[in-house]
């Protein structure tokens, strides 16, 4: 089984029980193998066999739950964070 990992930026939290949520909802997604969501940090970071999910799902799942992933923020040592072409590749593709 191959796992990919992604780091998606996450707002809208208020506290740790936030974070919780989300991680509640992602792990009920078939496929999810890892899960850690921080609320402090704003990130959720998902690993996940690609040939059972995708990244687009695992976006509109934290959406569901009433939260943001904002596409825009990033920092050059997490490229799918970004708007650069691995993530429109990886995610904005799958999110469309």
């Known amino acids: 089984m191959t796992e990919q990992t992604i780091t998606l ?3 809208g939290m208020t506290c740790a029980n936030c974070a919780l949520n989300i991680e509640r909802g ?3 997604l078939e496929g999810v193998q890892t899960t850690n969501v921080n609320f402090v940090a704003e990130q959720a ?3 996940f066999d690609p040939k ?3 990244a687009k799902d695992v976006v509109k799942n934290i959406q569901g739950s ?3 992933v904002n596409k825009t923020r990033g920092t050059p040592s997490q ?3 970004g708007v650069d072409s691995v993530y429109k590749t ?3 593709s799958e999110y469309n």
Do not use: E, F, M, N
């Open 66 to 68: 009433g939260y943001i």
């Open 90 to 92: 990886k995610v904005c």
């Open 26 to 28: 992602i792990k009920k």
């Open 9 to 11: 930026p996450v707002s």
């Open 79 to 81: 490229p799918l964070l």
């Open 52 to 54: 059972q999910l995708l």
């Open 45 to 47: 970071v998902i690993g």
